[in-house]
């Protein structure tokens, strides 16, 4: 019953353990090929040097037929015959080439997955790559446009300096020309005062 239950156990060494009594017995032997045909967990087992006749290896026969799991099945120093021996044995190498298939597949599709992951990390770094580099060339397009508007300021910060500078110089230049106005009229003033009273006396 702990057989038939049982999920877990995988290697199973009965050799030389007495199974048949001396082969007064088979009871237990052929139990443990019932187990087996409804067993599909159990991957090695050993029964060699236990007694076993052919009324044990026909039971063996028949749970090996339906039994796909098994793979190993040690026998030897038993009295199987020869014909029961052959059909274990190919049920035996049918059980480990589905075995080798199934592993094969699964290797593949690890494979296949491990490949895929791969290529998803490449994918991602080259995705990362380019939101990088999206990011450094936004950041180097506003840098350019800053440093434009600040060039722009700054021209027009000087071009507005200059245009007061040459002002301030158009006023400058306009009051010493209002200046000298007024003293070439205040020196006529004087000159035309001056001629009038000579004028005016008159020596006899």
Known sequence: KALKENKTLRFLD???????DS?????????????????QDLLHL???????????????????????????FEFGMNNFSLEQTREIQDNLRRNKKAYDDERFMEWKERKLMAEEERSMKILDTVQEKDRIMQEEAELSRIAR?????????????????ERQRLIQRLEEAAKMRKGKKKGKKGKKE???????????????
């Open 14 to 20: 009965l050799e030389d353990n007495f199974l048949t």
């Open 23 to 39: 082969g007064t017995s088979n009871d237990e032997v052929k139990a443990l090929a019932d187990c087996l045909a409804v067993n």
């Open 46 to 72: 050993n029964l060699a040097n236990n007694g076993m006749k052919e009324d044990c290896g026909e039971k063996f026969v028949n749970c090996t037929n339906v039994n796909t799991n098994l793979i190993c």
């Open 145 to 161: 446009e800053k440093a434009r508007e600040a060039a722009w300021n700054e021209f027009i910060m000087e071009s507005e300096l």
């Open 190 to 204: 004087k000159k035309g005062k001056k001629g009038k009273k000579d004028k005016d006396c008159v020596i006899f």
